[in-house]
């Protein structure tokens, strides 16, 4: 497989990136929440200057797609006026934070949000790698505990813990203010690590060839104090919840029509899981492209946006990930990836299938940039789903 280019940065509005089908612009909702007035204005914004399609990232954010650069300048001047920008490019990227949907009016998880941001934005800010995150997650199931994020503040016992991820332990906060400054404070101790490399560096690989033990005694004092409570990842089903409604989407994309037709249904929550909350809702809305059913074949099947839409993608990815969806197996997952970076999952799954110049090579519990077991062009895996879905042969040398 070709090597792909690793940016070592995500997109954002101030910076955006540019892909196949024009610049890619990221939304990140404050709170992880868009009320009505500002989805309607993203919509008719994404309409107006980009191709009409959108995307949910698996960082919880809103991807606008197909501007071109012409009309940048007035996407911002929109976004602005709608509240949804930083002041620069570098506050922006900071402001990495992703919010649990299962929050309650009242609760701590707004005003834990609101600090972090305000320290974050602060002139003393860490400087921190491109793809550096939070997580706010003070709900009972802590569903953000398998998401992607650095440092993570959830509920722990008799108050607010904060830990960084791949550590068990963290220090317990009594107040929202409180959390927020020991997240700045771990965060700042990240950066004197000396881990970050050419603008990388990820909490969980710190200390990643050191035994538990020995990794626990090289965290600051104040974080080896308190055990995180035990936490299942598991992906939350599609349907009614206390909050509201979560919709699903196939591969995580929108039309402008569809978001601002949600957003006449209630103010939405953005989730790392490519669905959307709508708050209040009590049933299923009948619109067009929306997964409502909690085990629909396409919820079975991650794809990134594939060629001609990513300058990177090797082949397009996802015709072929609908026509295998039906074929795998209850409870697990196919991953169609363009290229071996893998960025519409960065996690094993079960199957996965990589773009290369020769067809798609083939892989078994394995990211993108794993070792395949055999290779196979997109018509033959339609014609013969059992290419992929029977067990793998030994590795082909």
């Given at each position: 497989m070709s090597a792909p280019i690793v940016q070592g940065w995500c997109p954002g509005a101030l910076r955006p990136m540019m892909s196949g089908d024009g610049l890619v612009v990221r939304v990140r909702p404050r709170g992880g929440r868009l009320t009505t007035v500002q989805a309607k204005g993203i919509a008719a914004l994404a309409g107006r200057h980009g191709n009409g399609l959108l995307d949910l990232?698996?960082?919880?954010?809103?991807?606008?797609?197909?501007?071109?650069?012409?009309?940048?300048?007035?996407?911002?001047?929109?976004?602005?006026?709608l509240g949804c920008l930083d002041d620069s490019a570098e506050a922006e990227a900071r402001r990495n934070i992703m919010v649990g949907p299962f929050w309650a009016a009242g609760d701590a998880t707004q005003a834990v949000y609101a600090a972090l941001e305000a320290g974050l934005s602060g002139t003393n800010a860490p400087k921190l790698p491109g793809k550096f995150g939070f997580s706010i997650d003070l709900s009972p199931q802590n569903a953000l505990c398998g998401a992607a994020a650095d440092i993570r503040i959830e509920a722990g016992n008799g108050g607010i813990l904060v830990r960084g991820d791949g550590f068990e332990t963290g220090a317990l906060a009594e107040c929202p203010a409180e959390a927020a400054a020991l997240a700045l404070a771990l965060a700042?101790?990240?950066?004197?690590?000396?881990?970050?490399?050419?603008?990388?560096?990820?909490?969980?690989?710190?200390?990643?060839?050191?035994?538990?033990?020995?990794?626990?005694?090289?965290?600051?004092?104040?974080?080896?104090?308190?055990?995180?409570?035990?936490?299942?990842?598991?992906?939350?089903?599609?349907g009614p919840c206390a909050q509201g409604y979560l919709l699903g989407f196939a591969f995580g994309q929108m039309t402008a029509q569809t978001l601002a037709s949600l957003a006449d249904l209630g103010d939405l929550r953005l989730t790392p899981w490519r669905m959307v909350l709508v708050e209040g809702l009590a049933t299923a809305p009948t619109l067009p492209s929306l997964i409502t059913a909690p085990h629909d074949p396409l919820l079975r099947v991650v794809a990134c946006t594939g060629a001609p839409g990513c300058l990177q993608a090797l082949a397009p990815t996802r015709a072929l990930a609908v026509a295998l969806a039906a074929h795998v197996p209850?409870?697990?997952?196919?991953?169609?990836?363009?290229?071996?970076?893998?960025?519409?999952?960065?996690?094993?799954?079960?199957?996965?299938?990589?773009?290369?110049?020769?067809?798609?090579?083939?892989?078994?519990?394995?990211?993108?940039?794993?070792?395949?077991?055999?290779?196979?062009?997109a018509a033959d895996l339609m014609a013969n789903p059992d290419l992929l879905f029977e067990k793998p042969n030994a590795p082909q040398l």
């Open positions: 990232s698996n960082r919880a954010n809103l991807q606008i797609r197909g501007v071109n650069e012409a009309g940048h300048p007035a996407l911002i001047d929109g976004l602005r006026a700042h101790w990240f950066t004197q690590t000396g881990h970050i490399q050419n603008g990388r560096g990820r909490m969980a690989t710190l200390f990643a060839g050191l035994a538990p033990a020995a990794r626990h005694a090289c965290l600051p004092a104040a974080f080896q104090t308190t055990q995180a409570l035990p936490a299942s990842p598991a992906t939350p089903q599609i209850q409870g697990q997952t196919l991953h169609v990836s363009g290229c071996a970076k893998g960025c519409a999952m960065p996690a094993p799954a079960e199957y996965t299938l990589v773009a290369t110049t020769n067809g798609f090579a083939a892989l078994h519990k394995a990211t993108a940039a794993g070792r395949p077991h055999s290779t196979h062009s």
